[in-house]
Nanobody, 122 residues
Framework: QVQLVESGGGLVQAGGSLRLSCAAS????????MGWFRQAPGKERELVAA????????YYADSVKGRFTISRDNAKNTRYLQMNSLKPEDTAVYYC???????????????WGQGTQVTVSS
């Protein structure tokens, strides 16, 4: 019912910036919670940012607060993750996700993109 396609990953130096995009389709897109997760090798998939469909509530993991910004353009059915002041520990595969309800647990989210690699060099 919801399909997500991610883009924008790549290789950047520490301190640099990158913007990830997630194009979404499906009837329920505009009413779903939209989130960004990341997973580094050997680590759990973690929620880094989320945004309600209305845009009235946001969530950021402590590790990215003040550096990352989540936003969405409903007219274009596209969600973004602006990443500034990148650190080597931000290196991971980043996924966009959607679900009718908010939770920090990755296993509870219903729809997922394919993931895009972000690598931050030191």
């Amino acid at each position: 019912q919801v399909q997500l396609v991610e883009s924008g990953g790549g290789l950047v130096q520490a301190g640099g910036s990158l913007r990830l995009s997630c194009a979404a389709s499906g009837r329920a897109f505009s009413t779903y919670v939209m989130g960004w997760f990341r997973q580094a090798p050997g680590k759990e998939r973690e929620l880094v940012a989320a945004l309600t469909w209305s845009g009235g509530t946001t969530y950021y993991a402590d590790s990215v607060k003040g550096r990352f910004t989540i936003s969405r353009d409903n007219a274009k059915n596209t969600r973004y993750l602006q990443m500034n002041s990148l650190k080597p520990e931000d290196t991971a595969v980043y996924y966009c996700a959607a679900d009718p309800n908010f939770t920090t647990r990755a296993t509870m989210w219903r729809y997922w993109g394919q993931g895009t690699q972000v690598t931050v060099s030191s």
